[in-house]
């Protein structure tokens, strides 16, 4: 099956008891047993819901994984996901991450004793470097958060596997319409479901994907001792979002291009991230793992925070806002927001300027969006 297919029948069809051709939306806290022990499949609501089934079914479906598991934010998923590990295991991060990942992972650090490396694994040289000594979790975005770096999916899950360890992959900046992580060795994928999965700016939610069966059981477990899930109506706005998320990504892929190539240009431009431009350093990379280069860039503006805050005076389809994925364009400032968790000098050694704007293009028509980044940047 094709994944446009995919997407528009993942989870199942039509509802065996109504014929209904959307899930039903089951509002109910806990279920009526037959007998102590005794239950059709669904005892309370943090554990199971049918709706919440409807939605893991489908996100395993579409991830190519064994298990699919709902949570209410992509940080409830990455919670859950370190509770798996014990104090002293070793966790090698990509070094630039969306910034509330940073500060969880730091905060498992200090709290709870995890031993927490942040490395540039985009080479071969860096990733063995950095796994010299194995790493029970090696934990990437690809493309990264802010700076669209990619990183070989298949090369580090081979080294990662070397030394027994698991590879997960935050893959909410490519989503299932461009990369398919565990196809390349990956054991997990997650997902902000908030973002591209949902894609209407309408809902918060978490995911994870996985690719064994046995680590499939133990995270449902700890998604049930946890207890960060989501709503019914929560998992019924991303199943909704999935059924369009094929033809979302070529328009979000379409209008980035159309913004790149504006950026890219202009002279009061000092660098541009985009995977689909050939200047990118992993642009053929991106060719080979992915099948589209997706929604999101970044880029440096000369003259520091001063020349940023007068662009995002400026632009007028652009909203000045957090999150991304949606079919609305936004646009924010890394530096001030989503990476101001990072110390300073950290944000520096990744790259992080202050002139730095991370762009998430929508849906809208590619030209309108080129034309009101060349009209701001006029103003600049």
């Known amino acids: 099956m094709r994944s446009r297919t995919q997407f528009v029948h993942a989870g199942g069809g039509a509802d065996r008891a109504t014929g209904a051709v959307n899930p039903p939306i089951h509002l109910s806290s806990t279920f009526a047993q037959l007998a102590p022990n005794r239950n059709r499949g669904y005892v309370y609501g943090r554990s199971a819901n049918p709706t919440r089934t409807v939605l893991e079914r489908a996100l395993a479906e579409i991830e190519h994984g064994r298990t699919g598991l709902a949570f209410s934010s992509g940080l409830g998923a990455l919670t859950t996901l ?26 498992h650090r200090r709290q709870f004793g995890l031993e927490v490396e942040f490395a540039d694994l985009t080479t071969p040289l860096a990733v063995e470097r950095a796994l010299a000594e194995p790493a029970d979790l090696v934990f990437v975005e690809s493309p990264t958060n802010p700076l669209m770096k990619l990183v070989d999916l298949r090369a580090l899950a081979r080294a990662a596997h070397r030394g027994r360890g698991l590879l997960a992959v935050d893959n909410t900046f490519a989503s299932p319409a461009l990369q398919r992580p565990l196809d390349c060795g990956a054991d997990v994928v997650l997902h902000s479901t908030t973002k591209y999965l949902s894609g209407h700016s309408d809902v918060i939610g978490g995911a994870l994907v996985l690719a064994q069966k046995r680590l499939g059981e133990r995270m449902r477990w700890l998604q049930n001792a946890v207890g960060a899930v989501p709503s019914p109506f929560d998992c019924f706005l991303v199943l909704r979002g999935i059924r369009t998320l094929e033809l979302r990504m070529r328009a979000h892929g379409e209008a980035a291009r159309a913004v790149a190539e504006v950026l890219a240009t202009h002279r009061k431009v000092r660098a541009v991230h985009y995977p689909g431009l050939a200047s990118h350093p992993q642009h053929r990379l991106a060719r080979r793992q992915m099948s589209g280069f997706g929604g999101m860039l970044s880029a440096e503006l000369r003259g520091g925070v001063p020349a940023a805050r007068r662009f995002l005076r400026r632009v007028k389809l652009f909203t000045l806002a957090e999150s991304l994925g949606g079919v609305e364009s936004l646009v924010e400032h890394p530096a001030l927001m989503t990476q101001a968790s990072l110390p300073k000098a950290d944000r520096a050694a990744h790259g992080i300027t202050d002139g730095l704007l991370r762009f998430s293009c929508g849906i809208e028509d590619p030209a309108d969006l080129a034309d009101d980044v060349r009209t701001a940047l006029a103003g600049v």
């Open 82 to 107: 370190l509770e798996q590990f014990p104090a002293g295991s070793r966790v090698v991060a990509m070094d630039d991450l969306y910034g509330g990942t940073w500060r969880l992972l730091d905060h």
